[in-house]
């Protein structure tokens, strides 16, 4: 129930949007992906799997080896999160325009 | 279709702005956010009605509002301070939600007269921290979920 606010914790860490900006790229192994932080190889794992668990990245196996890649429709939502918070505005707007429509009339 | 309402903010940072044209003279547009009863109107929807408690449209005024529910439970309660009250130019306040974890936030609003019948309204809003905007910008995509949870509830109720 909880899947979508956990997409935003997910993303809310700044290695596990680092780790979604590079394999935006291309498609990597775990190892690849490690190689290219600071942070100790399990502890890129546990992002790696916090990430998969949200679906933001998907696993593909290819051979012996797994490589992620991002889930575009996935990242869509993401994306689209300001939406609502547009819209609230526009609809509180446009109730303020209709409101003042009638003061002016009135004048 | 162009849409009437703009939100920018830019990944990262810790402000937005919110820009609107209206079909309305720029002395209407500031009147909505001069005078508490035109306030209650916009501000009121079908989940809540707005009450004003109190506003000081002046400089070093302060202003509150409470949202109550159909049954009149306060659901909502917000407040802050007005440190500039130019009437059809700009106001200038804070925005504090009342028992919430978050911060304090900063508004700039500027009237801006395009012709004498319409007017544009440009919110630049001031967060602590980039992560407070970004959890501020979620709140309605949140609560959306959650009447979208509530509405399929009441459906699967139903079906009971």
Partial sequence: MNLRRDVFQAIADPTRRAILVLVASQSMTAGTIASNFDTARPTVSKHLQILTECELLEPEQNGREIFYHLNPKKMKEIADFIEPFRKMWDDRFNKLEAVMKKYKTKK | ?160
Wanted: charged share 30%; no cysteine.
């Fill in chain 2, 1 to 160: 279709m162009e849409l009437k309402t703009k939100i920018h903010a830019e990944d990262g940072k810790h402000d937005l702005t919110i820009t609107r044209e209206f079909d309305l003279p720029v002395e209407l547009l500031f009147r909505a956010h001069a005078e508490a009863e035109i306030f209650e109107q916009w501000m009121s929807h079908e989940y809540g009605t707005v009450k004003v408690v109190k506003f000081e449209a002046r400089r070093h005024g302060g202003w509150e509002f409470q949202t109550s529910d159909a049954a009149g439970n306060v659901i909502f309660s917000a407040n802050g301070t007005i440190h500039e009250f130019i009437p059809d130019a700009k106001i200038t306040r804070t925005f504090e939600m009342a028992n919430s974890p978050f911060d304090v936030q900063l508004e700039f609003l500027e009237f801006e007269r395009l012709s004498d019948e319409t007017s544009k309204l440009r919110m630049h809003v001031v967060y602590r921290s980039a992560e407070l905007r970004d959890q501020m910008l979620k709140l309605p995509f949140a609560s959306g979920l959650n009447m979208a949870h509530d509405r399929l509830q009441d459906i699967v109720g139903n079906l009971r």
